[in-house]
């Protein structure tokens, strides 16, 4: 199987997006269990674990995938963080998750932002500060916001992930595990806005409307709100639509007619 069939099965599921010591500085790291069948490599076990999983067996990729987890494969590592993190075909379990992830994060933190694996380290990278956020109940893992910021700024700026950079932006502009700044909060959501990231370009939209860390441009506003709307899940994301509409009310004849301008200009220019 190529690399990008690999990854794509390792980023299955939805994402929460230095150096080693970033990610956890003593922490336990999960032991392989022993599997039923002897593999050659890390790499067969990984495509074996692939055909199970979407064969139904779902243990058995998980037990594929311990192995080469065990040996530091990086979408073995991923793939098994999500599995726990989601209880997908394994028992849910947080703290395993939690130290998948920041196995991956110790071993690859200096993987090249041009890889095929930076988007897969950038993320957990995502999922170990989101962990932070809130710690791990009846576990070592303690909530420590300050941390779940080193995380999510580590993988915004080095990676440019879109997701941490939404991440480390609604931090800012809530206050958490940092001083409150919406001009900060402004400017990475525009940076993972540009990316394509709809709820960034949401709350972007409505910061330029309110004028909030940022001048206030209505009609800008209005654009990105227009963008994040049509992209997103009209029932799992409502409240992006109920910005939308809110904004579209609110604002007059010229805005509407200039935020149409400013679509048109903002499609022409990724073509």
């Known amino acids: 199987m190529r690399t990008s069939s690999l990854i794509a099965f390792a980023l299955g599921g939805s994402l929460f997006g230095a150096g080693a010591a970033f990610a956890l500085d003593a922490a336990p790291r999960p032991q392989p269990l022993a599997p039923a069948t002897k593999y050659s490599s890390a790499g067969q076990a990984v495509r074996d674990g692939v055909r199970d999983y979407y064969a139904g067996d779902k243990r058995g990729a998980a037990q594929a995938l311990e192995y080469a987890a065990g040996q530091g494969h990086t979408l073995a590592l991923w793939k098994l963080g999500r599995m726990y ?44 500060g989101t962990y932070f956020l809130d710690g791990i109940k009846d576990s070592y893992v303690a909530s420590n916001p300050g941390r779940a910021v080193e995380m999510f700024h580590y993988a915004a700026s080095y990676f440019s992930d879109p997701n941490a950079q939404y991440n480390l932006a ?8 940092v001083g409150k700044d919406e001009r900060l909060a402004a400017r990475w959501f525009n940076l993972a806005a540009e990316k394509g990231h709809h709820a ?18 209505r009609a800008r506003g209005l654009m990105w709100l227009t963008l994040a709307r049509e992209s997103s899940d009209p029932v799992k994301e409502a409240w992006i639509s109920e910005l939308y509409e809110k904004a579209f009310e609110a604002a007059g004849e010229n805005d509407r007619k200039f935020a149409l301008t400013l679509l048109e200009q903002h499609m022409q220019s990724r073509r």
């Open 85 to 128: 993190a989601d209880g997908d075909g394994v028992q849910h379990d947080d703290l395993k998750a939690f130290e998948y992830f920041s196995k991956l994060a110790d071993q690859n933190a200096d993987e090249s932002p041009d890889s095929p694996n930076a988007s897969v380290v950038a993320s957990a990278f995502v999922a170990i």
């Open 170 to 177: 609604r931090l800012y502009m809530e206050g958490t595990g």
């Open 200 to 217: 960034s370009q949401a709350l972007l939209g409505h910061l330029l409307i309110n004028g909030q860390g940022v001048p206030r441009q």
